[in-house]
């Protein structure tokens, strides 16, 4: 794993310079402190961070090809490298390293554009051509390794952050409208923008290839949903175990790939079922102790799922290790936001940044249960989903009067009946909305209208049809996977995977992602949607083939997810910082907000009326990013 960067200048008598680059490299250094690499070659330049994982002796970046003629630097690790190296090896291709990147070069040689389609593996990397003066940027197909990008007439620069690119002298941080409007809509900005106008995200799946025409951006994979056929004469139990027999053996080949590592490695524990069917089966693989990670908060029982996973741990003699979040974390707050180069609002970034920094100490890769809710069907909102075509039959004036009298009922989330009745009261207020409408007011923090009185005239932009590309693509043959599609396509890849990207390299910790190898997520858009999501069940067939593995209240526990207790935050420890730093004239929200809004929803939110805390976090998140960027608050 490491951090790459780079420089294209479309003008071939213009050389990059080395200290231009290695400054990009040097705001990498936390992504690889064990080593760095550069190639410099007349109009360009790439240099990369190394975390040494595999093959520590030789596996130093930049790699050619025999020839010299083909150069790579790739942050990431691919799994099926061992398979492709013996069948290059086969055609003829003398490796020099025993590392996964080289594969990718001699592969490029072989196929080249098409080479990524056989990549199993998460990576961005960058590859140069010397002979067709072409360079190809490249990112894995689920996102789960960051790369952005800038260019302009003369030049394009890329780094596996945007700090990195920001390094170059001369470029503008002017942030974009639209973006803006996007982070305060979802708390994160949707690929191919980021926060800043001028600087785009590499979207997952694509490469881009650039050359002295020009830029030209491809997608080369697209998830397909297919149900796959089984033999009408099975019962439904035989149904159901074919498919969690064969996804249980797929769990484990997958785990098995990731757990190849040079390094120390230990599992992310929280102690529900997606984090302790990894732990469970990496502890089976490892064939030694596995290291697990997990934490709590002081004084927050319902956010503390420790209990949970210290069960998880022994029952498979796991070294466990723990940490406690002291009640006042407002140090703690600027360091997360400055890892994220975009205004982030995702609160449990924080608790990720702790469990990060304990494992940092034991271990250098860590594997976690990610992506296991937005392929089998995780979120009780998709419950909510399947039921609104129903309740969408009741008269209107019959679902105001059931939402007026649960109105003044579960305005927070400190009790499982709390978070149904925001459930209810969310599925009635949204069942009349189309699809991609339902779906956007889900998930938005802030509403259209909201929107219009918090943000400036000349800062708003119309926001309306942000997932319609993703909901007009016709290859879901039910709304589950249409809700499925669209939370693969942007919430996992700009919320989840950045989330623990940052976190995890903020302490130079690997973080692996065994739900989101290639073949589970091709086995999971074939599974039929009634095995993913029941009445009352989400994730079926993952919990029915974990079954054999974890004991059943774990794989029947209440999902509470990770995220930090930011309603009881900001009524009391964090109550000052959030008044001060929002309401100050001279800060980022004063120059994009109305802060006589943002007044009005401190004391909305003080006074207990209703829970606006994911608004507050988001506002408050925006200032501390915008100090970190902007130096002159």
């Known amino acids: 794993m490491c951090g790459i960067c780079g420089i294209y200048y479309f003008e071939a008598g213009r050389s990059v ?33 190394r975390l040494s994982v595999i093959d520590l002796e030789t596996g130093h970046q930049p790699i050619f090809s025999e020839d010299k003629s083909k150069v790579i630097v790739c942050n990431g690790e691919i799994y099926n490298f061992p398979s492709l190296r013996e069948k ?29 389609k056989e990549l199993n593996g998460i990576f961005a990397l960058a590859l140069y051509d010397n002979t067709e003066s072409r360079l190809i940027l490249a990112r894995d197909f689920v996102g789960v390794k960051p790369l952005y990008y800038y260019f302009d007439n003369d030049k394009l620069i890329f780094g596996s952050e945007i700090k990195a690119i920001l390094a170059y002298e001369g470029l503008k941080k002017e942030i974009g409208v639209g973006a803006l409007s996007q982070y305060i809509s979802l708390g994160y900005v949707l690929s191919p923008q980021t926060i800043f106008r001028h600087i785009k995200k590499l979207p997952p799946a694509h490469f881009l290839v650039c050359n002295p025409a020009g830029v030209k951006l491809i997608r080369y994979w697209q998830l397909q949903y297919d149900t796959k056929t089984t033999n009408p004469g099975l019962s439904q139990r035989e149904y159901e175990k074919e498919y969690s027999d064969e996804l249980l053996r797929l769990l484990k080949e997958a785990v098995r790939r990731q757990l190849m590592s040079d390094v120390p490695l230990g599992v992310l524990l929280s102690g529900g079922v997606d984090s302790g069917g990894i732990a469970a089966l990496a502890a089976e693989l490892l064939g ?15 956010y503390d799922e420790r209990q949970y996973a210290r069960k998880v741990a022994e029952l ?34 924080i608790p990720t940044y702790y469990v990060s920094q304990l494992a940092g100490r034991h271990v250098k890769v860590v594997l976690s249960g990610t992506g296991g809710d937005e392929i089998f069907g995780g979120y009780r909102r998709y419950i909510s989903h399947k039921v609104a075509k129903y309740v969408r039959t009741f008269p209107a004036w019959f679902l105001r009067l059931i939402l007026f009298f ?23 207020a949204t069942a009349g909305l189309d699809d991609q409408d339902r779906y956007f007011r889900i998930m938005s923090i802030f509403s259209h209208e909201e929107r219009e009185k918090l943000l400036f005239e000349a800062n708003s932009s119309s926001i309306d049809n942000l997932f319609s590309v ?46 989101l190898d290639k073949e589970i997520v091709e086995f999971a858009a074939a ?101 970190h960027y902007y130096k002159n608050v």
Request: glycine content about 4%; proline content about 4%.
């Open 17 to 49: 310079e080395t200290e231009t680059l290695s400054k990009m490299s040097r705001k990498l250094i936390h992504r690889g402190p064990d080593d760095e690499g550069y190639y410099l070659q007349n109009n360009v330049g790439l240099g990369m961070r």
């Open 470 to 515: 993703y909901f007009n693509v016709k290859n879901k043959d039910d709304f589950l996977n249409q809700v499925l599609y669209v939370d693969f396509n942007t919430y996992l890849p700009d919320d989840l995977l950045v989330k623990e990207d940052r976190m995890t390299m903020a302490w130079s910790v690997e973080g692996r992602v065994p739900f």
């Open 88 to 116: 290059l090896e086969r055609k003829g291709h003398r490796f020099k390293t025993k590392t996964d990147t080289e594969a990718i070069v001699h592969l490029y040689e072989e196929q080249e554009y098409e080479f990524l």
């Open 288 to 302: 030694k102790p596995l290291k697990t990670f997990s934490i709590g908060f002081r004084n927050k029982g319902y």
């Open 406 to 428: 649960l109105e003044p009922m579960g305005s927070s989330r400190k009790s499982s009946f709390s978070e149904y009745i925001l459930l209810i009261k969310r599925l009635l």
């Open 316 to 349: 498979f003699n796991a070294n466990y290790y723990e940490f406690e979040v002291e009640d006042r974390i407002q140090e703690v707050l600027p360091k997360v936001a400055s890892h994220f180069d975009e205004p982030f609002a995702d609160s449990s970034a």
């Open 527 to 627: 599974i039929p949607p009634n095995l993913k999501l029941k009445i009352f069940t989400t994730k079926h067939i993952l919990k029915l083939a974990l079954s054999s593995v974890l004991p059943s209240q774990i794989v029947h526990r209440k999902k509470h997810g990770f995220a930090l207790p930011i309603e009881d935050l900001l009524r009391n420890d964090l109550r000052e910082m959030a008044y001060y730093t929002l309401l100050n004239n001279n800060g980022g929200v004063a120059k994009f907000f109305e802060l006589s809004y943002i007044k009005e929803i401190i004391e909305k939110h003080q006074n207990k009326r209703c829970n606006l805390s994911p608004q507050l976090w988001a506002l408050l998140m925006f200032e501390l990013w915008y100090r």
